[in-house]
């Protein structure tokens, strides 16, 4: 109750001052606009346009301001165009001519006016309504009691009662009172709806494509780093094993005939070396794209991962679906990395991976009670996984405090 009736006071207040500020913002454009237009021709319409636009900007301002509560989150701020920091006085001047954004907050401030008319007074009627419906009791007997006085109720034949007077205006009171909230709702929306679209819309899409090349920037990172480790691993592992192995062939080439019993002994020890090194490339293969899962699908590679894990797994997956490739490698690959961090860091007694859909969401929570301590800090067994996350659109959040338990949540967007 308490949060409808906050939303029908923000709508309210929204829409009610919303109507002093779009006539003022209309008065100002509309005259800024046609004496500039009207004297642009003996270039003294230039600076007025230039004046109208700074001002149509920090009008528009004022309505991104009041934007953010009634749609429920915030809105960015356009960027508007800057002078070149050696422009003259005239290129400084005209600057705010050559700003798309600054010509769409002028014609808000024209084409708002008329919705905020009608919203305005959607406002005022449902407010009226209800007050005065719901107050009649309060007041309604002494109209009821003037002489003349016909009311709506025996206007359509209901009688001429006071008292059905009262009972028919309360009735219609409360009627108000219960379409107020819907009504002031979808009045605010509809002029939220053409602020958002025409002061904030190009600053969305600019907002969407630096998401973009920043995911695209972390997507390339986490593989480098994925790349630069991959090679770390090969070359202080498989490669000094079958440097070794060489090594041990050559030496039981050269003894073959002078000490047969020794050479088998080398023998038996390249065969093991040569088992070792399998095992190890096979475990470096997983970090590259693990064969069951390309196979079978998330639920059983991440079985497999937990299998493996020196730390006991409790696996509560609650989707059985195949997704994208990418997002099946982006899941695989942060839990592998969760499970390698609370296997050597954690010291936990046992850990928790639960996957889950929600929507168009995959949820992926992993915890342990373990140490704590966790964070997505460079240098860290976690600051690839942001990356790898954000290359997927998806987001990480670490909640590990000192002294434990650990929490990480990962959700990745699914279509």
């Excluded at 109208?52 to 509560?69: F, Q, S």
């Excluded at 995911?215 to 090969?234: C, F, H, P, T």
Aim: hydrophobic share 50%; net charge neutral.
């Amino acid at each position: 109750m308490r949060t409808l009736l906050r939303r029908i006071g923000i709508d309210s207040r929204y829409l009610i001052v919303g109507f002093p500020v779009s006539l003022v913002f209309f008065v100002l454009m509309v005259t800024g606009f046609a004496a500039g237009l009207g004297t642009v021709v003996v270039w003294v319409g230039v600076p007025i346009l230039a004046s109208t636009l700074m001002l149509a900007r920090g009008m528009a301002d004022v309505e991104r301001r009041l934007l953010p509560e009634v749609l429920g989150r915030p809105v960015p701020r356009p960027r508007y165009n800057r002078a070149p920091e050696n422009a003259g006085w005239f290129r400084r001047m005209v600057n705010p001519l050559a700003s798309v954004q600054s010509w769409l907050d002028l014609l808000y401030g024209i084409v708002s006016f008329p919705i905020s008319v009608v919203t305005f007074v959607v406002a005022v009627v449902w407010w009226a309504g209800t007050i005065l419906g719901l107050t009649y009791p309060i007041y309604g007997w002494v109209v009821a009691g003037i002489p003349d006085n016909q009311g709506l109720p025996e206007l359509l034949g209901l009688g001429d009662s006071a008292v059905m007077e009262v009972l028919f205006n309360t009735g219609i009171g409360l009627l108000f009172a219960l379409t107020l909230p819907v009504m002031t709702r979808g009045a605010a929306l509809v002029q939220a709806g053409l602020g958002r679209a025409m002061l904030t819309s190009v600053a969305e899409l600019h907002e969407r494509i630096d998401d973009l090349a920043e995911g695209r920037a972390a997507a390339v990172s986490a593989e480098a780093n994925a790349l630069r480790r991959l090679e770390r691993d090969i070359h202080d592992g498989p490669q000094q094993r079958l440097v070794s192995l060489a090594m041990d062939l050559s030496r039981a080439q050269r003894q073959l005939k002078r000490d047969p019993q020794a050479v088998e002994e080398m023998l038996s020890q390249a065969i093991t070396s040569t088992r070792d090194t399998l095992d190890e490339l096979r475990a470096l293969s997983r970090g590259i794209a693990p064969p069951i899962l390309t196979d079978r699908g998330l639920a059983p590679a991440l079985a497999a991962l937990a299998s493996r894990c020196t730390i006991p797994v409790e696996l509560d997956i609650q989707t059985t679906g195949r997704f994208a490739a990418a997002i099946e490698n982006t899941v695989y690959f942060v839990v592998a990395e969760s499970l390698t961090n609370v296997a050597k860091h954690s010291r936990a007694t046992v850990c928790t991976v639960t996957l889950a859909k929600s929507g168009g969401v995959l949820m992926l929570t992993i915890g342990d009670d373990g140490v704590g301590g966790a964070h997505t800090a460079k240098g860290h067994g976690l600051s690839g996984l942001a990356d790898r996350l954000k290359a997927v659109d998806g987001e990480l959040a670490v909640d590990s405090p000192t002294g434990g338990p650990t929490v990480i949540v990962a959700e990745v967007p699914c279509g």
